[in-house]
């Protein structure tokens, strides 16, 4: 795609976000953050998957101070997710964080912002303005500190995306205006190195309230459905919600937000991004979903060869089928592809027959050539 949302370019560590950048995949450690071998097992666990950027919370001082060892310890960029206490935000600044995460919902005390910016523009530390529909701030109360309840705060009376009435005030409206209060109390200090994220778990809201954004500031765009659910459920709801963005041209750094495994999080999100060919990163297997032409059990060879292809990290397509309808049509598209019937098996390479192998050795034979592409890959 041509139409990629052109945004002022900024750095979270040695990572490029925005600007001509390919879209990064992010994830969020799910330890105590405090637990430092643990955070860095986690951590480690998603660097293998490849995770770009990693963000940890961050609730106390104590967490704060785990910072540094953190960061001695892993290899990719470090986000601090910060809510209500700025001096937590400060702390992690002086522990040599990467990145911040700022939720205008719950600091909302500019003279507070204001530290926190001047720290992180003296290390020109960038801040993502993490706006969340389950804490944005009262309604008539952005910016404001005093004289609203956090269980009176009418956001949920709020209409969702495409259920307001002319115009009548509506979720998207305020999740936009929190995030350009914030902006502008930035830019009035002259700060810059900004990205913003708008989430909800409403796909339509979430929809709209980047698309306004988008229209509105050179920024980057971390793109999220916040709270998606489990791995099934939430990988399908995150899919339809970013692909629908990033098929705008909208986005630059997206986090697939999971109940479940971190690792889970990066792999939706790649395989969100190799879907609308924005990143290829690993292999991309196409399966037949079998029917009952199929002569082999195609979903446990499938699966099968799924988990034998995490093994390899070049850009490698392979094609599974279960028999000669579509099987040697769509190994044409493929690198490598296996068309399998009664007993054997035929292994392709880019649409020619590379050999013909018996069932028990089609998947010894299948990875030998996936092996081969790969290194061809790796030397070129």
């Known amino acids: 795609m041509n139409n990629r949302r052109v945004t002022k370019p900024i750095y979270v560590g040695n990572v490029k976000v925005g600007g001509d950048a390919q879209v990064t995949v992010q994830s969020m450690t799910k330890t105590d953050t405090r637990d430092v071998a643990a955070t860095v097992r986690q951590i480690r666990e998603l660097e293998e998957v490849g995770c770009d950027i990693i963000r940890s919370a961050v609730p106390d001082m104590e967490a704060a101070k785990a910072i540094p060892e953190i960061k001695k310890q892993i290899n990719?960029?470090?986000?601090?997710?910060?809510?209500?206490?700025?001096q937590i935000a400060l702390e992690c600044i002086k522990g040599g964080v990467d990145m911040l995460r700022l939720n205008p919902g719950n600091i909302r005390d500019e003279e507070k912002v204001k530290q926190v910016v001047e720290a992180a523009k003296e290390r020109q530390i960038p801040i993502r303005i993490g706006v969340n529909f389950g804490s944005l701030p009262p309604v008539g109360g952005i910016g404001k500190t005093r004289g609203f309840s956090r269980h009176m705060d009418m956001v949920n009376k709020l209409p969702k995306a495409g259920e307001a009435a002319g115009e009548e005030y509506s979720i998207v409206d305020h999740m936009v205006a929190t995030a350009l209060w914030e902006?502008?109390?930035?830019?009035?200090?002259?700060?810059?190195?900004?990205?913003?994220?708008?989430?909800?778990?409403?796909?339509?809201?979430?929809?709209?309230a980047y698309q306004r954004i988008a229209d509105m500031v050179p920024y980057p765009l971390h793109l999220g459905i916040t709270e998606a659910g489990t791995v099934k459920s939430g990988s399908i709801r995150?899919?339809?919600?970013?692909?629908?963005?990033?098929?705008?041209?909208?986005?630059?750094?997206?986090?697939?937000?999971?109940?479940?495994?971190?690792?889970?999080?990066?792999?939706?999100?790649?395989?969100?991004?190799?879907?609308?060919?924005?990143?290829?990163?690993?292999?991309?297997?196409?399966?037949?979903p079998s029917c009952g032409r199929a002569d082999v059990d195609v979903i446990k060879l499938s699966n099968t060869v799924d988990e034998m292809l995490k093994k390899i990290d070049k850009n490698v397509k392979v094609a599974v089928m279960g028999c000669e309808v579509n099987g040697p049509g769509e190994?044409?598209?493929?690198?490598?592809?296996?068309?399998?019937?009664?007993?054997?098996?035929?292994?392709?390479?880019?649409?020619?027959?590379?050999?013909?192998?018996?069932?028990?050795?089609?998947?010894?034979?299948?990875?030998?050539?996936?092996?081969a592409v790969a290194a061809a890959a790796g030397d070129s």
């Open 238 to 288: 995150s899919a339809i919600g970013l692909g629908m963005l990033l098929y705008e041209g909208i986005g630059d750094t997206i986090r697939v937000s999971l109940s479940g495994d971190s690792t889970e999080e990066v792999i939706a999100g790649y395989e969100i991004l190799k879907s609308l060919n924005l990143r290829q990163k690993g292999t991309t297997l196409v399966a037949c």
């Open 76 to 86: 990719i960029p470090l986000v601090a997710d910060i809510h209500f206490h700025h």
């Open 331 to 371: 190994a044409k598209d493929a690198d490598v592809g296996i068309a399998a019937g009664a007993g054997r098996a035929v292994i392709f390479r880019k649409g020619q027959k590379a050999r013909v192998v018996s069932a028990d050795d089609m998947l010894s034979a299948l990875m030998e050539e996936v092996e």
């Open 183 to 208: 902006i502008g109390v930035l830019e009035a200090l002259d700060f810059d190195l900004i990205k913003i994220s708008l989430k909800a778990f409403d796909v339509p809201t979430t929809v709209e």
